[in-house]
T-cell receptor, first 115, second 115 residues
Framework: AQKITQTQPGMFVQEKEAVTLDCTYD???????LFWYKQPSSGEMIFLIY??????QNATEGRYSLNFQKARKSANLVISASQLGDSAMYFC????????????FGTGTSLTVIP | DAMVIQNPRYQVTQFGKPVTLSCSQT?????MYWYQQKSSQAPKLLFH???????NEADTPDNFQSRRPNTSFCFLDIRSPGLGDAAMYLC??????????????FGPGTRLTVL
């Protein structure tokens, strides 16, 4: 079964606008962590933001925030004030206590910021 | 700065000619991972080490081997590269702490071309 689902293969956003990238997850473990990574064309996977299942508040890191809706099992990434440098692939990932040291990745969303 | 380093960034090899990719880390993390990522796909875990304990994914071909001589270094050996092994190879590390809060940090990747 798919642990992480990203349903948007590609997204476009106007520079300076906000954009939401969708991620849903599947786990029966009450303890899990959700991660977002950015992968520019250079190939490096850059860690952006983390949300723990027990965290009471949505995670934020600068222009990145995570819209965590536990009942819906969704962990959408919100990028505010998009910049041209935000154009990249974005991957959602999850780890729970049953996966040991493994992380499950979604198939990614390609974001293009339009000037 | 603490980081994950991969060398070389680009590697060209011939069909069937063994190749070794290297990864080092200054984060002093217990876990090191090797992923294979083909174009427009999610990273695929090949194997990982928790300290010296080796964990092979069930579907990782025997053509791929790994060594971790010490905490800082990990190598990926491809014994007889085929055209289908051309991909980006990503090394990652994590602390290996219990629970779901562990975060993976990636190196810049090695892009392998097989001629």
């Amino acid at each position: 079964a798919q642990k992480i689902t990203q349903t948007q293969p590609g997204m476009f956003v106007q520079e300076k606008e906000a954009v939401t990238l969708d991620c849903t997850y599947d786990t029966s473990d009450p303890s899990y962590g959700l991660f977002w990574y950015k992968q520019p064309s250079s190939g490096e996977m850059i860690f952006l933001i983390y949300q723990g299942s027990y965290d009471q508040q949505n995670a934020t890191e600068g222009r990145y925030s995570l819209n965590f809706q536990k009942a819906r099992k969704s962990a959408n990434l919100v990028i505010s004030a998009s910049q041209l440098g935000d154009s990249a692939m974005y991957f959602c990932a999850m780890r729970d206590t049953n996966t040991g040291n493994q992380f499950y990745f979604g198939t990614g969303t390609s974001l293009t910021v339009i000037p | 700065d603490a980081m994950v380093i991969q060398n070389p960034r680009y590697q060209v090899t011939q069909f069937g000619k063994p190749v070794t990719l290297s990864c080092s880390q200054t984060l002093n993390h217990n876990v090191m991972y090797w992923y294979q990522q083909k174009s427009s796909q999610a990273p695929k875990l090949l194997f990982h080490y928790y300290d010296k304990d080796f964990n092979n994914e069930a579907d990782t071909p025997d053509n791929f081997q790994s060594r971790r001589p010490n905490t800082s270094f990990c190598f990926l050996d491809i014994r007889s590269p085929g055209l289908g092994d051309a991909a980006m190879y990503l090394c990652a590390t994590s602390r290996g702490i219990a629970g779901a809060t562990d975060t993976q940090y990636f190196g810049p990747g090695t892009r392998l071309t097989v001629l």
